[in-house]
C-alpha cells in the first residue's frame, strides 16, 4: 500500500512541477517535414490521456492534448512512464516502452440518425449487424470485436433498465434515481444513524489485540447489543482460529480474496472461472478452516477495489453471494444509500478502472462513500473524497483524524443517513496510537447518543429490507439475532500447520486453524488443501 501512495505522490509532484508546454508546429508543404500536426495527433483523443511523441529515449517523457497545445510530464529518475496503467511506475515493472499510445479500439455504430440495422440488431463498427442481445456478451461477434469495446453503464446495448419503484419493492430490491432516497420513506429524525466498520486483509497476531481494543465486549449499541464490525478475510498469513473467534463474538466475515494478487489488471480484467476461484475459493477455506457452518459468509471486497464488471456479479448471483462492498461513490453534498443491481447504478462509476456492472443483477451494493477529507468543510477549498480512510493522504495527526470521523458522520446524520462506512487495513490504525485511541473516543462519543448504531454490512441489508423506526429499534429481531456472545474460544492452542503447495514453490507457510491440518497449504487450484484434482 505505501509504495502505490508514494508513485501516486511522485506522479502528482511531477505533473505540478515539471509540466510544460511542448511548442510544436502545423505541418505543411512549407515546414520541416519532422515538426508535428497538433491537430491530427489529438483528434479524437481523450484530454487526461498521455502517450510518448517517440519510443527512443528513457521511457520518462509523455505529452497528453489541451486547449493551447501538447503539455509533457517527465517521471523522475528510476522511474518509467506504464503506458496501460497511466503512471510512472519503477522501470523494471514497466513493459510498455515500445508503445506510444494505450491500444485504440473500434467502436460500435449505436447512435444513428436512421437505423442502418434491421429491428433487434446493432451496428458493428464496420457496419455489419448483428443482434442486439450478442453485444458486451464477454466474446467478440463483431469481425472488428466492436462489440465488446462499448459496455459500460452508460453504452451497454443491454445494459440494466433505470430505476422503476413500481416494479422494485422491498425486502428483495430498492434502487432510486439518484440514489438518496430512504428506504420506507422514513422521516430522517427516525432513522438509525448506522456506521460500519470495516477490515481489509488478513486477520493475525498483527491485528488481533487492535480488534479486541476496538470491540472489547463493553460498547453497547443503544439496542443493548455489542457493537460490531464486518471483516473481508484474504487468505495468506490468516490465522483461521482467530477467525473463528469474531465470527462467535458476532462480528461478519466476508471474503477479500484466496490470491490478492498484485497486478490490479488481474481482477479488473478477470474471468468468471477467476473470480469464482478466488472469491468461492476463499469462501470455502474460511469456512473450512474456521470452522463456520452458517452459510453466513455472503460478502464479497475486490482487491484494490477492483471491480471485475458483469462477470464478478455473475458468479457471485450464481454463488449465492448476497452483497458485495468495492464500488465507489464521488464525495457528494448527499451521500448515497446501498441498492440492489436489478436496476441501473444511481452513480457515476467512479474508482479503479471504471470497471462495474452494467447489466442486472440479484446483488445488492454496499456502495462506499467517499469521506469528506477537509479540515474544515465549511472553508476550504474542495478536494478529491477517500474511500479508505488510509487513502486520506491528508491525515497526518489524531486530532486531524478525528476532525474528519465528525464532519462525515454530521454530514451523513444531518442529510438522509445513509450509513457511514468506515473502511481501513488494521496497519494503519496501528501506525500511529493516537489513531487507534481517535477511533475508540468517536465510538463512545457516538454511543452516547441513542440514534447510533455500530453495525454489520449485513445488519444495515436487514434494517433496509425492513425499515424500522427509532422507536421500534429494541426490538428488532434481525439485530437482536447476535446480541449475545456465546461460549468460550472453540480452541486454546490451535494447530500450527507448516504447509507447502506445489504452487507456490520454495514457500512453507503456517496455517493456523483450531480444524486437523490439510496435506498441504490450501491455494488457488487446490483451495481444500486435499491435493490437486487431476482431469
Same mark, same amino acid.
Request: proline share 6%; aromatic share 8%.
Given at each position: 500500500?505505501?509504495?502505490?501512495?508514494?508513485?501516486?505522490?511522485?506522479?502528482?509532484? /511531477?505533473?505540478?512541477?515539471?509540466?510544460?508546454?511542448?511548442?510544436?508546429? +502545423?505541418?505543411?508543404?512549407?515546414?520541416?517535414?519532422?515538426?508535428?500536426?497538433?491537430?491530427?495527433?489529438?483528434?479524437?483523443? @481523450?484530454?487526461?490521456?498521455?502517450? +510518448?511523441?517517440?519510443?527512443e529515449g528513457d521511457c520518462r517523457e509523455v505529452v497528453r492534448c489541451t486547449r493551447s497545445g501538447l503539455k509533457q510530464i517527465t517521471c523522475p529518475s528510476g522511474l518509467a512512464f506504464d503506458i496501460?496503467?497511466?503512471?510512472?511506475?519503477?522501470?523494471?515493472?514497466?513493459?510498455?516502452?515500445?508503445?506510444?499510445?494505450?491500444?485504440?479500439?473500434?467502436?460500435?455504430?449505436?447512435?444513428?440518425?436512421?437505423?442502418?440495422?434491421?429491428?433487434?440488431?446493432?451496428?458493428?463498427?464496420?457496419?455489419?449487424?448483428?443482434?442486439?442481445?450478442?453485444?458486451?456478451?464477454?466474446?467478440?461477434?463483431?469481425?472488428?470485436?466492436?462489440?465488446?469495446?462499448?459496455?459500460?453503464?452508460?453504452?451497454?446495448?443491454?445494459?440494466?433498465?433505470?430505476?422503476?419503484?413500481?416494479?422494485?419493492?422491498?425486502?428483495?430490491?430498492?434502487?432510486?434515481?439518484?440514489?438518496?432516497?430512504?428506504?420506507?420513506?422514513?422521516?430522517?429524525?427516525?432513522?438509525? #444513524?448506522?456506521?460500519?466498520?470495516?477490515?481489509?486483509?488478513?486477520?493475525?497476531?498483527?491485528?488481533?489485540?487492535?480488534?479486541?481494543?476496538i470491540f472489547n465486549g463493553q460498547r453497547q449499541n443503544p439496542n443493548g447489543c455489542q457493537i460490531r464490525g464486518t471483516y473481508f478475510v484474504s487468505h495468506k498469513y490468516t490465522n483461521y482460529s482467530?477467525? #473463528?473467534?469474531?465470527?462467535?463474538?458476532?462480528?461478519?466475515?466476508?471474503?477479500?480474496?484466496?490470491?490478492?494478487?498484485?497486478?490490479?489488471?488481474?481482477?479488473? *480484467?478477470?474471468?468468471?472461472?477467476?473470480?469464482?476461484?478466488?472469491?468461492?475459493?476463499?469462501?470455502?477455506?474460511?469456512?473450512?478452516?474456521?470452522?463456520?457452518?452458517?452459510?453466513?459468509?455472503?460478502?464479497?471486497?475486490?482487491?484494490?477495489?477492483?471491480?471485475?464488471?458483469?462477470?464478478?456479479?455473475?458468479?457471485?448471483?450464481?454463488?449465492?453471494?448476497?452483497?458485495?462492498?468495492?464500488?465507489?461513490?464521488?464525495?457528494?453534498?448527499?451521500?448515497?444509500?446501498?441498492?440492489?443491481?436489478?436496476?441501473?447504478?444511481?452513480?457515476?462509476?467512479?474508482?479503479?478502472?471504471?470497471?462495474?456492472?452494467?447489466?442486472? &443483477?440479484? /446483488?445488492?451494493?454496499?456502495?462506499?462513500?467517499?469521506?469528506?477529507?477537509?479540515?474544515?468543510?465549511?472553508?476550504?477549498? =474542495?478536494?478529491?473524497?477517500?474511500?479508505?480512510?488510509? =487513502?486520506?493522504?491528508?491525515? *497526518?495527526?489524531?486530532? #486531524?483524524?478525528?476532525?474528519?470521523?465528525?464532519?462525515?458522520?454530521?454530514?451523513?446524520?444531518?442529510?438522509?443517513?445513509?450509513?457511514?462506512?468506515? &473502511?481501513?487495513?488494521?496497519? !494503519?490504525?496501528?501506525?500511529?496510537?493516537?489513531?487507534?485511541?481517535?477511533?475508540?473516543?468517536?465510538?463512545? $462519543?457516538?454511543?452516547? +447518543?441513542?440514534?447510533?448504531?455500530?453495525?454489520?454490512?449485513? *445488519?444495515?441489508?436487514? !434494517?433496509?429490507?425492513?425499515?424500522?423506526?427509532?422507536?421500534?429499534?429494541?426490538?428488532?429481531?434481525?439485530?437482536?439475532?447476535?446480541?449475545?456472545?456465546?461460549? #468460550? @474460544?472453540?480452541?486454546?492452542?490451535?494447530?500450527?500447520?507448516?504447509?507447502?503447495?506445489?504452487?507456490?514453490?520454495?514457500?512453507?507457510? +503456517?496455517?493456523?486453524?483450531?480444524? $486437523?491440518?490439510?496435506?498441504?497449504?490450501?491455494?488457488?487450484?487446490?483451495?481444500?488443501?486435499?491435493?490437486?484434482?487431476?482431469?
Open positions: 500500500m505505501a509504495r502505490v501512495i508514494v508513485l501516486f505522490g511522485l506522479l502528482c509532484l /511531477v505533473v505540478v512541477t515539471i509540466a510544460a508546454e511542448v511548442r510544436v508546429k +502545423r505541418q505543411d508543404d512549407d515546414q520541416d517535414p519532422d515538426s508535428i500536426n497538433v491537430e491530427e495527433l489529438c483528434k479524437d483523443r @481523450p484530454g487526461d490521456e498521455y502517450f +510518448r511523441l517517440s519510443t496501460e496503467k497511466q503512471t510512472c511506475d519503477w522501470k523494471a515493472k514497466v513493459t510498455t516502452c515500445d508503445k506510444k499510445e494505450k491500444p485504440r479500439k473500434v467502436l460500435p455504430i449505436l447512435k444513428t440518425d436512421e437505423p442502418i440495422c434491421p429491428e433487434g440488431k446493432l451496428s458493428c463498427g464496420n457496419g455489419e449487424c448483428i443482434d442486439k442481445e450478442l453485444f458486451c456478451n464477454g466474446k467478440p461477434d463483431c469481425k472488428d470485436e466492436s462489440d465488446e469495446n462499448a459496455c459500460t453503464v452508460e453504452l451497454d446495448p443491454n445494459r440494466a433498465p433505470d430505476c422503476d419503484t413500481n416494479q422494485c419493492v422491498l425486502p428483495d430490491c430498492f434502487c432510486s434515481a439518484d440514489g438518496t432516497r430512504i428506504p420506507g420513506n422514513i422521516e430522517p429524525q427516525q432513522v438509525p #444513524q448506522m456506521i460500519t466498520i470495516t477490515f481489509n486483509g488478513a486477520v493475525n497476531v498483527d491485528n488481533i489485540d487492535l480488534y479486541e481494543d482467530a477467525v #473463528q473467534d469474531l465470527h462467535r463474538k458476532g462480528h461478519e466475515i466476508s471474503v477479500f480474496s484466496l490470491t490478492h494478487k498484485d497486478d490490479p489488471n488481474y481482477w479488473t *480484467q478477470g474471468t468468471y472461472d477467476d473470480w469464482l476461484a478466488e472469491m468461492a475459493g476463499a469462501r470455502l477455506i474460511v469456512e473450512r478452516f474456521a470452522n463456520i457452518t452458517d452459510g453466513s459468509i455472503i460478502g464479497v471486497r475486490a482487491p484494490y477495489l477492483r471491480v471485475g464488471g458483469n462477470k464478478q456479479f455473475e458468479m457471485m448471483a450464481d454463488q449465492f453471494f448476497v452483497y458485495d462492498a468495492s464500488i465507489t461513490a464521488s464525495l457528494g453534498r448527499v451521500p448515497i444509500w446501498p441498492y440492489t443491481l436489478y436496476f441501473r447504478m444511481p452513480h457515476k462509476c467512479n474508482g479503479n478502472a471504471h470497471n462495474c456492472p452494467s447489466r442486472s &443483477h440479484p /446483488v445488492w451494493e454496499m456502495v462506499m462513500n467517499e469521506l469528506d477529507r477537509r479540515d474544515d468543510p465549511t472553508f476550504d477549498e =474542495s478536494l478529491p473524497g477517500c474511500h479508505m480512510v488510509d =487513502s486520506c493522504s491528508n491525515i *497526518q495527526s489524531g486530532e #486531524q483524524f478525528g476532525r474528519l470521523l465528525r464532519h462525515n458522520f454530521n454530514r451523513h446524520y444531518n442529510t438522509n443517513r445513509a450509513p457511514l462506512g468506515l &473502511h481501513f487495513h488494521a496497519s !494503519w490504525l496501528k501506525s500511529k496510537k493516537e489513531y487507534r485511541e481517535e477511533l475508540i473516543k468517536f465510538i463512545e $462519543e457516538m454511543l452516547g +447518543r441513542n440514534d447510533v448504531f455500530f453495525v454489520t454490512m449485513l *445488519q444495515v441489508i436487514q !434494517w433496509m429490507q425492513n425499515p424500522t423506526e427509532l422507536n421500534a429499534l429494541r426490538d428488532f429481531q434481525e439485530w437482536k439475532e447476535k446480541c449475545d456472545v456465546k461460549g #468460550q @474460544p472453540y480452541c486454546s492452542l490451535p494447530n500450527a500447520c507448516p504447509l507447502t503447495t506445489r504452487e507456490l514453490p520454495g514457500e512453507t507457510l +503456517r496455517l493456523f486453524t483450531c480444524m $486437523e491440518c490439510p496435506n498441504n497449504y490450501p491455494w488457488i487450484l487446490d483451495p481444500t488443501g486435499d491435493g490437486f484434482s487431476t482431469k
